[in-house]
């Protein structure tokens, strides 16, 4: 049973990347999926949740530059960021829970059941 993230790279400032999360060992379908992220040195952060019903939540940071979704049949969910920034950079992790996207995102992080083990997005010239 894991969750295993993939997607992750070296991008300029303004460039865009598409992180995947792709469960195996169980299915994500009714689990809400959530991305969060870990700069250097600073605490982990949500980024952006979605439920088992397609409802989304988005940190303000990220509002309109990053879209999170869903497909089911391949057991994945996808977080697409554009505009990207070097703030952006960190690893990112994608976690599953039977929560709601508002919960997973901003209620406490301990209480998801999987997580998976990151990957790096640096966003540098």
């Known amino acids: 049973l894991q969750l295993v993230e993939s997607g992750g790279g070296l991008v300029q400032p303004g ?9 195996s ?18 605490e982990r952060e949500s980024v952006s949740c979605i439920s088992s019903v397609g409802s989304t939540n988005y ?7 990053f879209t999170i979704s869903r ?8 977080l697409q960021m554009n505009s990207l920034v070097p703030e ?11 929560l709601s996207a508002q919960i997973m ?9 999987y997580w998976g083990e990151g990957t790096l997005v640096t966003v540098s010239s």
């Not at 060992?25 to 600073?42: I, S």
């Not at 940190?59 to 530059?65: F, M, N």
């Not at 497909?71 to 996808?78: E, G, I, L, R, S």
């Not at 952006?88 to 039977?98: G, H, M, N, R, S």
């Open 88 to 98: 952006d950079t960190a690893v990112y992790y994608c976690a599953a829970a039977p």
């Open 105 to 113: 995102c901003t209620g406490p992080q301990d209480v998801m059941d």
């Open 71 to 78: 497909d089911n049949a391949k057991n994945t969910v996808y």
């Open 59 to 65: 940190a303000d940071s990220v509002k309109g530059r």
């Open 15 to 23: 460039g865009s990347l598409r992180l995947s999360c792709t469960a």
């Open 25 to 42: 060992g169980f299915t994500l379908e009714t689990n809400a999926v959530g991305w969060f992220r870990q700069a250097p040195g600073k």
